[in-house]
Nanobody
Framework: QVQLVESGGGLVQAGGSLRLSCAASGRTFSSSNMGWFRQAPGKEREFVAG????????WYSDSVKGRFTNSRDNAKNTMYLQMNSLKPEDTAVYYC?????????????WGQGTLVTVSS
């Protein structure tokens, strides 16, 4: 079973950047498509970005396309989300998970997430 730990969140001004990390345990990380999700206060959790097992293909929600970049280092069992040109509406707790299909989480158990707060 894969266990996931997110980190790298913080408080940043609009227009700023942050880099999130997702450290995974277990031997299936390098063969798994992975994704980032976020949950803003009072809203449901939503898909943000996905990456295939090799890192050769990425895809994004329309709200972050062109601003966020998803990458991974299978040797380190770690996935990253580079977030640029941040907006107040990006404020949320960010989570990582294995993907089922292209946009759905595969694991029922979530990590603790990492909070990103973007001030205007």
């Amino acid at each position: 079973q894969v266990q996931l730990v997110e980190s790298g969140g913080g408080l940043v001004q609009a227009g700023g950047s942050l880099r999130l990390s997702c450290a995974a345990s277990g031997r299936t990380f390098s063969s798994s498509n992975m994704g980032w999700f976020r949950q803003a206060p009072g809203k449901e959790r939503e898909f943000v970005a996905g990456i295939n097992w090799s890192g050769g293909s990425t895809w994004y929600s329309d709200s972050v396309k062109g601003r966020f970049t998803n990458s991974r280092d299978n040797a380190k069992n770690t996935m990253y989300l580079q977030m640029n040109s941040l907006k107040p509406e990006d404020t949320a707790v960010y989570y990582c998970n294995k993907l089922r299909g292209s946009y759905s989480p595969a694991l029922d158990a979530w990590g603790q997430g990492t909070l990103v707060t973007v001030s205007s």
